[in-house]
């Protein structure tokens, strides 16, 4: 079972390893994105597997079927990136659905405390031995009210650990949970009334730039923007406006709409060529982590795992669970 591994980086090949040479699948690693370009280092493999930034559109998957590829193991959750309406008839497509939803909420929580506290900038003070408070002044989250858009694994456990501060938990989601446990409102409602808004759901094109420069209008002003999801969920020039005006306090950023180039890499000697994503990254109220919330011990373990298991039930003619399809 060789299967070749786009986008590869060095966290990714111990568990990859580990579980590969327990189910007899032998894993031959690239560091560079599969795209038109790259698919021919398919050849001869039975399977490949891809990340959030590597391109599965209909002319690769073409080309991979054309080189004997039987099935595209993404290892991550989201399939934006994929043809999956192309990929049907001709190529089996899985993914990872649910790696560790903790280690993404926790990541997302972990951004809003260093936003409202100031400890990014708490810590480049200290390290000079400036011990001064002025400019620190954060504010309580208890008592706030958090706007969830998105209520899967991830979204309500990242609503759990707001209620154990005390928060207000609110949601939107067009397939609600129907327990009762989850307070839900319309999008416009869930914009007006919360002081924090988290996004967790998938990048489709309905909800592509679900927060737009329409839609920002709606907020309440000094909201504090987290996104740990899709980038494309947010407009980010809209986004860059509205913190520019004031409406928007603050922005937590773990993914973005145009990361594709720029996340990933070491570009400290560079100059970086994306204008909105300088402008971002410069202003003292916006913290930009590069698509890091999965990346926990936990979370690479349970992705090599799932998707190895992915490749041999497909290799042996199982039935997997994890199979995307366009039914």
């Given at each position: 079972?060789?299967?070749?591994?786009?986008?590869?980086?060095?966290?990714?090949?111990?568990?990859?390893?580990?579980?590969?040479?327990?189910?007899?699948?032998?894993?031959?690693?690239?560091?560079?994105?599969?795209?038109?370009?790259?698919?021919?280092?398919?050849?001869?493999?039975?399977?490949?597997?891809?990340?959030?930034?590597?391109?599965?559109?209909?002319?690769?998957?073409?080309?991979?079927?054309?080189?004997?590829?039987?099935?595209?193991?993404?290892?991550?959750?989201?399939?934006?990136?994929?043809?999956?309406?192309?990929?049907?008839?001709?190529?089996?497509?899985?993914?990872?659905?649910?790696?560790?939803?903790?280690?993404?909420?926790?990541?997302?929580?972990?951004?809003?405390?260093?936003?409202v506290?100031?400890?990014?900038?708490?810590?480049?003070?200290?390290?000079?031995?400036?011990?001064?408070?002025?400019?620190?002044?954060g504010?309580?989250?208890?008592?706030?009210?958090?706007?969830?858009?998105?209520?899967?694994k991830?979204?309500?456990?990242?609503?759990?650990?707001?209620?154990?501060?005390?928060?207000?938990?609110?949601?939107?989601?067009?397939?609600?949970?129907n327990?009762?446990?989850?307070?839900?409102?319309?999008?416009?409602?869930?914009?007006?009334?919360?002081?924090?808004?988290?996004?967790?759901?998938?990048?489709?094109?309905?909800?592509?730039?679900?927060?737009n420069?329409?839609?920002?209008?709606?907020l309440?002003?000094?909201?504090?923007?987290?996104?740990?999801?899709?980038?494309?969920?947010?407009?980010?020039?809209?986004?860059?406006?509205?913190?520019?005006?004031?409406?928007?306090?603050?922005?937590?950023?773990?993914?973005?709409?145009?990361?594709?180039?720029?996340?990933?890499?070491?570009?400290?000697?560079?100059?970086?060529?994306?204008?909105?994503?300088?402008?971002?990254?410069?202003?003292?109220?916006?913290?930009?982590?590069?698509?890091?919330?999965?990346?926990?011990?936990?979370?690479?373990s349970?992705?090599?795992?799932?998707?190895?298991?992915?490749?041999?039930?497909?290799?042996?003619?199982?039935?997997?669970?994890?199979?995307?399809?366009?039914?």
């Open positions: 079972m060789k299967t070749a591994v786009f986008d590869t980086k060095p966290y990714d090949i111990p568990a990859f390893e580990r579980f590969g040479n327990e189910n007899g699948v032998t894993f031959i690693y690239y560091e560079t994105k599969l795209n038109e370009r790259t698919v021919s280092l398919a050849n001869g493999c039975e399977a490949v597997c891809v990340f959030v930034n590597d391109t599965v559109n209909a002319a690769v998957i073409d080309e991979l079927a054309d080189l004997g590829v039987r099935t595209i193991a993404l290892r991550c959750a989201g399939y934006n990136n994929v043809d999956i309406a192309h990929a049907k008839g001709k190529i089996k497509v899985v993914r990872v659905p649910a790696y560790s939803p903790y280690a993404v909420a926790e990541h997302a929580m972990a951004m809003l405390l260093t936003s506290r100031r400890i990014h900038k708490a810590f480049i003070r200290t390290r000079d031995f400036n011990f001064s408070l002025n400019g620190l002044t504010f309580d989250l208890h008592g706030r009210t958090v706007g969830i858009i998105g209520t899967g991830i979204g309500r456990v990242f609503g759990d650990i707001c209620r154990g501060f005390g928060m207000k938990v609110i949601a939107y989601d067009k397939y609600p949970d327990s009762g446990k989850i307070e839900y409102v319309p999008l416009d409602v869930l914009f007006e009334q919360s002081d924090i808004i988290s996004f967790h759901c998938p990048l489709t094109a309905e909800t592509y730039h679900t927060l420069a329409e839609n920002i209008q709606k309440r002003k000094g909201v504090v923007i987290i996104n740990t999801s899709r980038g494309a969920l947010i407009d980010a020039e809209a986004l860059l406006e509205g913190i520019k005006s004031r409406r928007i306090g603050a922005a937590c950023l773990d993914v973005y709409e145009e990361e594709a180039d720029f996340f990933f890499k070491d570009l400290s000697g560079h100059i970086m060529g994306d204008d909105v994503l300088a402008r971002l990254i410069s202003m003292p109220n916006v913290i930009v982590t590069s698509h890091q919330a999965f990346l926990t011990e936990e979370a690479l349970n992705i090599a795992e799932t998707t190895v298991d992915n490749i041999v039930k497909l290799h042996n003619g199982e039935k997997c669970k994890n199979e995307l399809t366009t039914e």
